[in-house]
């Protein structure tokens, strides 16, 4: 019986055709394993910036190397355990290097990626986000071990991978899994409203590490209120089970799969043009029963900047009410039979740039796709303020400051605490701020997939409700913004409980974001505002002012 199998296929056959010299088999090879070898390397490196280089550099040996592989069954476990080694030998390049702020964000990324990309939530999206408070041996661990739960891999395969026996290795995995819930501890209680640990953490930078770890684990076994368990903690490998692979992203470019060789030396080393092709362009994933076209927010690759738009692009929201252009129009030349004094020009005007949706808009059909978004100049976004697990507190600020894109991730808790939702604000404005798209595949009104009773991300009959204030415009769960200033946003939280969390981003994360709709597992592609003129929408709840009570703005800011 053929053994060697990825997401349920049987590979036996391709992979005898693909050594015999088979480009049609070759170039399936590459295609179907590239998500196993893409999800192993992204979360033992945990999103750092060279998960692209190592990715490619498993893929490039496995390529240059088929033809020593003598039995097709033991395919799986040969190429995870070159993975493994690649892995290895980056960490060894690498032990003197600590990660810089660019890295970071980028380890927060797999995680997030994880969470969105297979709507993970409640403890599925506590396991996925603790992985980030692991040492770097555990989290190499972790990467086969979540494969192994998930039916991607065998405890042989795993064994074999890190190069020990089945007996050490349960040990290893068992002492993994230890440390692995006392990091899903932290990620409780840093969701948690525990008064005391605002004082502990103030001087805490934000990115997890082994010395806050050890802070906030003696806290936790020593705090009533972190301790408390509000329900039961369901141990990781039965939240695991079945999880789908994290589709591949698009970006994986030419020069990225082979590693800067030229087209010549690719043909040489066996990569057929199909290969090189389907690599340069959305790879497709199959998922658990389900096709995903490869396209998540993460990017691996940063391709050069390509010009913006010559032409702006209207924006797609039809159903969206928008006041008229506030921009004043173009005054005639005066003609030259004027005289002076008639064609002396008017005194100019001082208006607001941009303009405010004031009113609920209807969400576009869920199979609608967005128009083009406008491309806007993009110099760096540097964010102050904010702690990296997001602002879950009322009185928590984020300063952005730079020219580019940034998002805001919306996590409405009708479960801790439902009723009237007091809008974040944004104050203290210099520049322009625009509110460019909206995205996440849902908005946060629709009903959640396999709800019985209509419940939506805003509350249902057995949380209750979360409540808008009258005239606000209903988020998504992904909002963009593009800034060329600096402003300050604020959390207000004093009714119903929710989280933001403020990252920043691109114009090519933006469209990925909101081209991901219904073929890909989504509820709904997402919306472009921007326009690409200074009369785009800017966010609601906004003011150049700084008032002392921020959740004081008024809803129709004159900014």
């Known amino acids: 019986m053929e053994r060697t199998h990825v997401d349920g296929r049987e590979w036996r056959s391709t992979i005898a055709a693909a050594q015999a010299g088979d480009r049609r088999a070759l170039d399936e090879l590459v295609a179907g394993w590239l998500p196993l070898v893409y999800n192993i390397v992204g979360r033992a490196l945990n999103g750092h910036a060279d998960v692209d280089d190592v990715v490619q550099e498993t893929m490039l040996r496995a390529v240059d190397n088929l033809g020593s592989l003598r039995d097709p069954d033991s395919f799986r476990s040969w190429l995870v355990a070159i993975a493994m080694r690649q892995i ?46 692991l040492d770097d041996e555990d989290r190499q661990l972790l990467s086969l071990w979540w494969l192994e739960v998930a039916g991607e891999l065998t405890r042989r395969e795993l064994a074999a991978a890190v190069g020990i026996s089945r007996q050490h290795a349960a040990v290893r995995v068992q002492r993994m899994k230890e440390r692995l819930e006392t990091a899903r501890g932290i990620v409780r209680a840093l969701d948690s409203s525990c008064p005391d640990l605002p004082e502990m953490t103030a001087r805490w930078s934000g990115r997890p590490d082994s010395v806050w770890r050890k802070r906030l684990a003696r806290h936790i076994r020593g705090c009533a209120s972190c301790s408390g368990v509000r329900e039961a903690v369901v141990p990781a490998e039965r939240l695991l089970v079945g999880i789908a692979l994290v589709p591949v992203p698009v970006g994986f470019t030419l020069s990225l799969a082979l590693g800067g060789k030229t087209a010549a030396a690719a043909t040489g080393v066996g990569w057929s043009a199909k290969v090189i092709s389907a690599l340069t362009k959305p790879a497709v994933a199959v998922t658990a029963g389900a096709t995903i076209v490869a396209g998540g927010a993460y990017v691996v690759t940063r391709p050069p900047d390509r010009p913006p738009a010559r032409a702006a692009v209207a924006p797609t929201a039809a159903s969206t ?82 020219q580019g894109y940034f998002r805001i991730l919306w996590q409405i808790l009708p479960g801790e605490r439902p009723g009237s939702v007091v809008m974040p604000t944004w104050t203290g404005l210099r520049g322009k701020l625009f509110h460019v798209a909206s995205g996440g595949g849902h908005r946060m009104d629709d ?44 959390q207000n939280e004093r009714g119903a409980d929710y989280n933001l969390f403020v990252s920043t981003s691109t114009w090519d994360k933006v469209i990925e974001d909101i081209r991901t709709g219904p073929a890909q597992g989504a509820i709904r592609y997402g919306l472009v505002r921007d326009n690409g003129e200074d009369t785009a929408p800017v966010p609601q709840y906004l003011t150049r ?15």
């Open 545 to 559: 002012s700084t008032p002392t009570d921020p959740a004081t703005v008024a809803q129709r800011s004159r900014v």
């Open 88 to 133: 290895r030998d980056r960490a060894r390049r690498r032990t003197s290097e600590t990660l810089d702020d660019g890295a970071g964000e980028q380890a927060a990324d797999f995680a997030e990626l994880t969470v969105l990309r297979l709507q993970l939530e409640g403890q599925r999206r506590e396991v996925a986000e603790a992985v980030r408070w």
């Open 447 to 490: 009903v959640q997939p396999g709800s019985t009773d209509g419940t939506t991300w805003m509350g249902g009959p057995a949380t209750g409700m979360s409540v808008l204030p009258s005239g606000t415009q209903q988020m998504w769960q992904d909002e963009y913004f593009w800034i060329d200033g600096t402003v300050t946003l604020h």
């Open 321 to 402: 009410a928008r006041p008229p252009t506030l921009t004043p129009s173009a005054t005639p030349s005066p003609s030259p039979t004027k005289t002076k004094k008639e064609a002396k020009k008017p005194k100019a005007t001082t208006q607001p740039y941009g303009t405010v949706v004031d009113a609920i808009d209807s969400a576009p059909a869920a199979t609608a796709l967005p128009a083009a978004l406008p491309r806007r100049a993009e110099n760096g976004i540097t964010a102050t303020g904010a702690p990296a697990t997001g602002m879950t507190h009322r009185g928590e600020t984020v300063t952005l400051t730079g």
